[in-house]
Each structure stands twice: as structure tokens, then as C-alpha cells.
């Protein structure tokens, strides 16, 4: 009986797993059949570098999307990384078992809240505050920025902290013995030994920021054009996706889809990036 049990229990476990590589792999036939040719009918180096976008004219270029998905998601990393890897220290090292039930709710409620609500709050909230402050339209590259920084990071806490409780208490202990401070073994010892999972939490973050569409869209602006500061309006990959999907046909539609084989291959790239440092670091 046991082993018929663990006979099961593998086979639908390997069928989980199957699954899990047949979607991906059905996702990645999609888009690259249906986006491949249209890049190669548009022109590759006029799709990526072009600065211009016209489907009534036959005109696909995206490099301002591309553009804005990056600095919307580095603003997001600038602002998210070092706020969530200090609340997730704070919460494994050094608060209170009072202050932890106080706030991991807190975190876990982040995480649940629709991305709709975060862009109604910034609708409402953060861009009349920064059309007040600096005089300008408010829908801005720094609206996203902030946005996407608050909603990485439940992720990056709740993975950093998850990482940081899974260091052997002895490295701590061991800190202590040799002389070091509370504060010093935490940072000099726990923080890089916790390194691959709180890069995890990073890539993660990055991949909540750079596939974010709703919030976006409600703040950003969606202006097609390469900002020049934090204050102009702009258009990441998913927002142009979003917006046009509905009513585009041919090779309107194909040149979306073409965009997401885009955004597919950041992500990827970005991903393989995190990896290859994640190894080096351990060496």
C-alpha cells in the first residue's frame, strides 16, 4: 500500500510539473508564431528602434514602450528594493513578537489589494499631489515609479524575510562569539548569507513592476514618447498591449502581439541576468 501510494503521489506530481512545462511551452509557440513574422514584415530594426507608433499609417515602433517599461520598473526597484529588504530585516532581526502580528497582516494585505485600487489611489491621491507640487500634468513617469515601489513590496518582503528566517541561527551565534554587535551580525553576516533569496525576491519584484498593466495605464499618461524626466508622461509594453488589443486587426493586431514577444524576451533576459549574478555571488 505505501509504495502504490508513492507511485501515485509521483505521477501526479511529474503531471503537475508537466502541466506547468506545457503551458509555458503552448504561451511561447503563440506568441513567437504569431509575433515573429510581423516583426520580420515591419522590419526588426524599425520595430525596436523606431520612436514612433501609427497603425494608421503602418507605422510600429516601440522603442518609447520599451523605453518607459524600463525606467518605470528601475524607478519601481529604486524605490521598493531598499524599503522592503529593511522592513523584511526588521521583521526576522529585530521586532518585537507584538509588532510582528502587527504587521505581517499589514504585508499580507498589500499583497492582496487589486492592482485597479493602487492606480484609483494614485489617480486620486499621488498625481494631484505631484501636478500641485511640481506644476505639471501629474500622470508621470514618477507616478508609475512610485506605484509599482509600493506594490513590489510585499513580495520582496515577504521572500526576503522567508530567507533571512532560513539562516541557520548558528551564523548568527557564531557572529556574536567573534566580538560582533547585533546590528553588525545581522548585516555582515545574516543579510549575505540570505543573498540568493532575497535576489529572488528582487527578480520577482521585477517581474510584479515590468508586467504591470492596470495601475499603469491609470497614471502613467500614456504618452508614446521618450520621457526626458520623471514628470513626463509615458507607455510601457503592457499598457500599449492593453489599450489597442480591442479594436486592432491585422497587422495592427499582429504588431501587438509582437510587443509582447518583446516583453517576453525582457523578462527572460532579465531573469537569466539575476540568475548569472545569483551564481557568481555564490562563488
Known sequence: MKSIKETVAKVLFTAAAGVSILAVALICVFLFASGVPAIAEIGPLEFLTGTVWKPGSDIYGILPMILGSIYA?????VIGVPIGLFCAVYLSRFASPRVKRLLTPGVELLAG???VIYGFFGLVV????????????GMSLLAASIILGVMILPTIITVARNSLDAVP????EGALALGADHERSVFRVLVPAAGSGI????VLGVGRAIGETMAVVM??????QIPNSLLDGVRTLTTN???EMGYAADLHRDALIATAVVLFVFVLVINLVFAALNARSKK
Open 73 to 77: 520598473t528601475l524607478g519601481a526597484l
Open 113 to 115: 489589494i487589486p492592482s
Open 126 to 137: 499621488l498625481v494631484p499631489l505631484i501636478r500641485q507640487v511640481f506644476h505639471v500634468q
Open 169 to 172: 541561527e548558528s551564523y548568527y
Open 199 to 202: 535576489m529572488a525576491g528582487v
Open 219 to 224: 497614471i502613467a499618461g500614456n504618452q508614446v
Open 241 to 243: 498591449i492593453v489599450m
